[in-house]
């Protein structure tokens, strides 16, 4: 599994973009970057997935660059709801995905 | 749907005790997913089945813990005995097969071990 880096936390105010960023430099060609979020005492729930350049829906923006090494998660004005630790994973071929310890995103009124 | 749903949402047991676990998927999910979360280590996953057959549970810390399935609506994970170091959040999810990444979480299972 290709590992990924991400900051252990950051603050951001409501109303602002967030830009979350991940580094993962041994991307494999079949890897899929995806991108997860979790609430205190909840399970991790799936926000966006992409394999190159931009994806949107309705909760969040990912940007993938060329090489593929990193991505930016991009969430549209937050809110204080978006508080919760975000991860970033890559996976190739089966259905394992590595967690880590994630983002820590504190929104602030 | 209801989810993924586990059972029980909480339990505290004692040293040496045995622990079980409970997991329902989301009907027509094809594969299935034990994690183990805690502050220090993070999201782990211990075990993932396919159609029921255990692939990869290189992530089972050691033989004290066991996971079964024996249908496609039911899992269970178990301790077996239990110790301290086994406190944690255990979340089981399920996805709907192919190369999907989209896994579904259950509520977890907060476990304390005394």
């Known amino acids: 599994l290709a590992k990924t880096t991400q900051p252990i936390s950051m603050d951001s105010y409501e109303g602002q973009e967030v830009n979350i960023t991940c580094s993962h430099n041994n991307i494999a060609t079949n890897d899929y970057i995806t991108w997860y979020q979790q609430f205190p005492s909840q399970g991790p729930r799936f926000i966006i997935q992409?394999?190159?350049t931009k994806v949107t829906n309705e909760v969040a923006s990912l940007f993938i660059p060329a090489d593929r090494k990193s991505s930016t998660l991009s969430l549209p004005r937050v809110s204080l709801s978006d508080t919760a630790v975000y991860y970033c994973?890559?996976?190739?071929?089966?259905?394992?995905?590595?967690f880590g310890k994630g983002n820590q995103v504190v929104v602030i009124p | 749907d209801a989810g993924v749903i586990q059972s029980p949402r909480h339990e505290v047991t004692e040293m040496g005790q045995e622990v079980t676990l409970r997991c329902k998927p989301i009907s027509g999910h094809n594969s299935l997913f034990w994690y183990r979360q805690t502050m220090m280590r993070g999201l782990e996953l211990l075990i993932y089945?396919?159609?029921?057959?255990?692939?990869?549970d290189s992530g089972m810390p050691e033989d004290r813990f066991s996971a079964k399935m024996p249908n496609a609506s039911f899992s269970t994970l178990k301790i077996q005995p239990s110790e301290p170091r086994d406190s944690a959040v255990y979340f089981c999810a399920s996805v709907e097969g192919g190369a999907s990444y989209e896994q579904y979480f259950g509520p977890g299972t907060r476990l304390t071990v005394t």
């Open positions: 992409g394999y190159k």
């Open positions: 994973l890559v996976a190739g071929g089966n259905n394992r995905l590595a």
């Open positions: 089945f396919n159609n029921n057959v255990p692939i990869d």
